[in-house]
């Protein structure tokens, strides 16, 4: 009965204690998520105030910008009156400079003054001299001038005379061009001068109709062809001008009309190539040279016809113009 007892005894002890154990376990485990807790809050507390802080440190540094800011401006504008203030003495260091040479020689000048009247005397002299010289040089200038006007006018009636006298010499070879296209069926070229003649006669009724002008003053350009220079003035230079124009639009529409017909490259052979004279104006440029330049258009609209191309010039609005360098390098005047 005895030992019975105790091992009741043992048995109660050991169940206390267990029961004491695993009290103390689960006390200790409720105590540890308080800790993870309080150091969660503690590192958010001082996320807070470092993001506190954080402006206050911006500010800081903002301020410390504006500072350097005004002191590196202030160190500018001192520099800058420093060098004004450098350029300012120098500049009053060259006036004084330049008024002690002024009284120099003005001491020197009434010093040498008797000596110097017949050398004033000797240059009012010269001056007079080349004065004279000058109003001379104008005076035959302008009889110059003048004279050229004059025989501008008479070889004004004489241009217009050629062109009235040869009109009828050019419709007979128009009319023969006019046979040859029609045995070759070239229609399209035929065509195409029917057109050209249509714009020669509306040239020859206004050159009838038109007055004569004359320009009285002297050439004012100069140009270079074939080893020679010739004159004119700014009324020849755009007439030539508008020669090498004038070409280059007929010249188009005649290669354009030879390639139509399957005809060979040949700008020679039109009627337009042969006359040359469409716009012609018998103010200040002869027939030959307007002649010419219309010719060194015309080739070069031929080839652009002929090719279907616009290497050389233009097409805008029913208009053919030839390209500014081309014209350039066709002709070019200097003014003097």
Same mark, same amino acid.
């Given at each position: 009965?005895?030992?019975?007892?105790?091992?009741?005894?043992?048995?109660?002890?050991?169940?206390?204690?267990?029961?004491?154990?695993?009290?103390?376990?689960?006390?200790?485990?409720?105590?540890?998520?308080?800790?993870?807790?309080?150091?969660?809050?503690?590192?958010? !507390? &001082? %996320?807070?105030?470092?993001?506190?802080? =954080?402006?206050? +440190?911006? *500010?800081?540094? $903002?301020?410390?910008? #504006? /500072? @350097?800011?005004?002191?590196?401006?202030?160190?500018?504008?001192?520099?800058?009156?420093?060098?004004?203030?450098?350029?300012?003495?120098?500049?009053?260091?060259?006036?004084?400079?330049?008024?002690?040479?002024?009284?120099?020689?003005?001491?020197?000048?009434?010093?040498?003054?008797?000596?110097?009247?017949?050398?004033? !005397? &000797? %240059?009012?002299?010269?001056?007079?001299? =080349?004065?004279? +010289?000058? *109003?001379?040089? $104008?005076?035959?200038? #302008? /009889? @110059?001038?003048?004279?050229?006007?004059?025989?501008?006018?008479?070889?004004?009636?004489?241009?217009?005379?050629?062109?009235?006298?040869?009109?009828?010499?050019?419709?007979?070879?128009?009319?023969?061009?006019?046979?040859?296209?029609?045995?070759?069926?070239?229609?399209?070229?035929?065509?195409?001068?029917?057109?050209?003649?249509?714009?020669?006669?509306?040239?020859?009724?206004?050159?009838?109709?038109?007055?004569?002008?004359?320009?009285?003053?002297?050439?004012?350009?100069?140009?270079?062809?074939?080893?020679?220079?010739?004159?004119?003035?700014?009324?020849?230079?755009?007439?030539?001008?508008?020669?090498?124009?004038?070409?280059?639009?007929?010249?188009?529409?005649?290669?354009?009309?030879?390639?139509?017909?399957?005809?060979?490259?040949?700008?020679?052979?039109?009627?337009?190539?042969?006359?040359?004279?469409?716009?012609?104006?018998?103010?200040?440029?002869?027939?030959?040279?307007?002649?010419?330049?219309?010719?060194?258009?015309?080739?070069?609209?031929?080839?652009?016809?002929?090719?279907?191309?616009?290497?050389?010039?233009?097409?805008?609005?029913?208009?053919?113009?030839?390209?500014?360098?081309?014209?350039?390098?066709?002709?070019?005047?200097?003014?003097?």
């Amino acid at each position: 009965m005895i030992k019975l007892n105790s091992v009741k005894r043992l048995a109660l002890t050991s169940m206390i204690s267990g029961a004491l154990l695993l009290g103390t376990a689960s006390f200790a485990s409720a105590q540890n998520p308080n800790k993870e807790q309080r150091k969660q809050e503690r590192a958010q !507390q &001082q %996320q807070q105030q470092q993001q506190a802080q =954080q402006p206050k +440190r911006t *500010q800081e540094v $903002r301020q410390a910008e #504006k /500072q @350097q800011r005004r002191a590196e401006q202030q160190s500018q504008q001192q520099q800058q009156s420093q060098q004004y203030q450098q350029q300012q003495q120098q500049r009053t260091q060259q006036v004084r400079q330049a008024e002690k040479q002024q009284r120099r020689a003005e001491q020197q000048t009434q010093v040498q003054q008797p000596q110097a009247q017949p050398q004033v !005397q &000797q %240059q009012r002299t010269q001056q007079q001299v =080349q004065q004279q +010289r000058t *109003q001379q040089q $104008r005076q035959a200038e #302008k /009889q @110059q001038r003048r004279q050229w006007s004059q025989d501008e006018q008479r070889q004004q009636q004489s241009r217009f005379d050629q062109y009235r006298q040869g009109w009828q010499q050019r419709q007979r070879v128009a009319e023969q061009r006019e046979q040859m296209y029609q045995q070759q069926r070239r229609m399209a070229q035929w065509r195409f001068q029917q057109s050209y003649l249509n714009r020669l006669r509306q040239d020859q009724y206004r050159l009838q109709n038109s007055r004569p002008y004359y320009y009285y003053g002297g050439p004012s350009y100069r140009y270079y062809r074939g080893g020679s220079y010739y004159e004119t003035n700014q009324y020849g230079v755009n007439m030539l001008r508008q020669a090498i124009n004038n070409g280059y639009a007929e010249g188009v529409r005649a290669g354009q009309a030879d390639r139509q017909d399957g005809f060979r490259f040949s700008p020679q052979d039109s009627y337009a190539y042969e006359d040359a004279m469409y716009g012609f104006d018998n103010y200040y440029v002869d027939p030959g040279e307007y002649q010419y330049y219309f010719r060194q258009g015309f080739q070069r609209g031929y080839e652009d016809g002929y090719n279907g191309r616009y290497q050389y010039g233009t097409y805008s609005n029913g208009v053919f113009n030839i390209l500014g360098n081309i014209l350039s390098s066709i002709f070019s005047a200097q003014s003097y």
